[in-house]
């Protein structure tokens, strides 16, 4: 729940595309569609701020008539939201009050205090257009 949200504070931070994503218990990897490098230092003490501000997590229903009309809360190429089929349903969407807005049907905490400490562990290029980002908690990797 910690790293999901984190990873929402993320893709807020990283203004691209995901194309790929995974979390266990240890870390979580974000695969963002993008050419140019990121900085390590300034995506882990963005993470702390956006932790620091203390902003509100909630969850709240829209159309999918509003969801079209916004493709562009839509960030991941890969998972489209749930939707009924039936064009009048609702989604699900994660606001994390003005940081970031998503459709996302996953659990989250309800504060971004309650992350913690969480830092940028390792950032690869995996591909042209492709970068990884691993996040991981503070407390695992001290001294690392
Ligand atoms: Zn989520």
Same mark, same amino acid.
């Given at each position: 729940m910690r790293f999901h949200t984190a990873t929402h504070l993320l893709c807020a931070l990283v203004p691209h595309p995901v194309n790929g994503c995974s979390i266990t218990a240890g870390y979580a990897r974000l695969d963002f569609h993008m050419v140019e490098p990121l900085d390590k230092e300034a995506l882990t003490s963005g993470i702390a701020r956006l932790v620091a501000e203390a902003h509100p997590v909630r969850h709240r229903w829209i159309s999918e008539a509003e969801l079209d009309a916004n493709? /562009?809360?839509?960030? +991941? %190429? +890969?998972v489209q939201p749930p939707r009924t /089929? =039936? /064009? #009048?349903g609702q989604v699900r969407v994660l606001e994390i009050d003005g940081v970031d807005l998503q459709p996302c049907g996953g659990t989250h905490v =309800?504060? =971004? &205090? #309650?992350? /913690?400490r969480v830092v940028v562990t390792k950032i690869e *290029? *995996? +591909? &042209? %257009?492709t970068r990884r980002v691993v996040l991981g908690f503070a407390d695992s990797t001290a001294g690392a």
């Open positions: 493709p /562009g809360l839509v960030r +991941s %190429m +890969s /089929g =039936t /064009g #009048e =309800t504060n =971004t &205090a #309650e992350i /913690g *290029k *995996k +591909s &042209a %257009m």
